[in-house]
């Protein structure tokens, strides 16, 4: 088959992008995994620049993970993204659902309350006085409550059972099933590309949310990973950290590379979950986003 010569131009064109815009997004991974093992010698030889190590070390990933804090804040987040992914993600689809069906009484008043708070913030004060108001405040469940039910999954939800045949329902009407069979017996099922989509998008945001934690939570044995994360940038600026002062310089870790040995330990958990849901991707949120 011959192909004409704009529609090739058009092809090497689009290839070409997104080759330049993969590799954009590929080199800071990369740079961030090669910094973490990089010793003071090859880093002071290279002036700082380091695209590829010599002679890699693990110094930086024993300081970082010598602290037992770390075990303990990367527990919190593993429990804290789990939690309110399950959480978040069923009553997302609860209130989807309900909101979906074009009988409920107070149909419209639930879609605009929705749609509210999809466009505007309370902001974090009004946020903090709610948080300790309703006495969650420093508890576990101030991690998860304030960002549980995202309005976006609310809407992805609905619009996707608004897509699903009325001839199905229909079906299961007759055959004397309740909203709630009808629900969870039909409904969930073929829901699980927008489930699985919607779980991977709240669960990066539950683990990468460091903010809130610092913001509703005294206890430093609620602290999440990534806040965790935060005072590791902020404490490893002392060079000699962790006894390093008797080491050699050869085997001896830079500020830099303790801060990227702990950075690479928190994205690990969410680069293995990745490539189990990627092919929900394009189907989940396509199907839940486009009305037929």
């Keep these: 088959m011959m192909v004409r010569g704009s529609e090739l131009a058009y092809q090497i064109g689009i290839t070409s992008i997104i080759i330049v815009v993969s590799l954009t997004a590929f080199f800071p991974l990369f740079n961030v995994i090669v910094q973490s093992f990089v010793s003071e010698a090859e880093w002071v030889r290279k002036s700082g620049i380091v695209l590829w190590v010599n002679q890699p070390i693990l110094n930086g990933y024993r300081i ?52 509210v708070t999809f466009l505007f913030g ?69 829901s699980k590309p927008v489930i699985a989509a919607l779980s991977l998008f709240t669960a990066v945001a539950f683990w990468n949310d460091w903010f809130s934690a610092l913001v509703f939570t005294r206890d430093i ?49 969410i680069m293995c979950v990745y490539p189990f849901l990627q092919r929900y991707f394009i189907k989940g949120v396509y199907t839940g986003s486009v009305k037929e």
């Design 64 to 115: 970082a993970l010598k602290n037992p804090i770390l075990f303990r804040a990367f527990f919190i987040s593993v429990y804290r993204a789990v939690s309110g992914t399950a959480l978040g993600v069923f009553w997302a689809m609860i209130t989807g659902f309900a909101a979906s069906r074009k009988d409920m009484i107070g149909r419209n008043v639930l879609i605009t309350l929705v749609l």
């Design 122 to 190: 309370g902001g974090l004060i009004p946020t903090y006085l709610v948080v300790f108001g309703t006495r969650i405040y420093n508890t576990f469940l101030a991690l998860i409550v304030p960002g549980m039910i995202g309005a976006w999954n609310v809407l992805v939800f609905k619009q996707f059972f608004e897509n699903i045949p009325g001839e199905i329902e229909e079906s299961a009407d007759i055959d004397g099933a309740s909203q709630l069979r009808i629900a969870f017996s039909l409904f969930v099922p073929m």
């Design 221 to 269: 044995n609620l602290r999440p990973f990534m806040l965790y994360l935060r005072n590791i940038f902020n404490l490893a600026s002392n060079p000699f950290a962790g006894g390093q002062l008797l080491l050699d310089p050869s085997v001896r870790s830079t500020p830099v590379s303790v801060k990227m040995a702990v950075t690479v330990i928190g994205i690990v958990p």
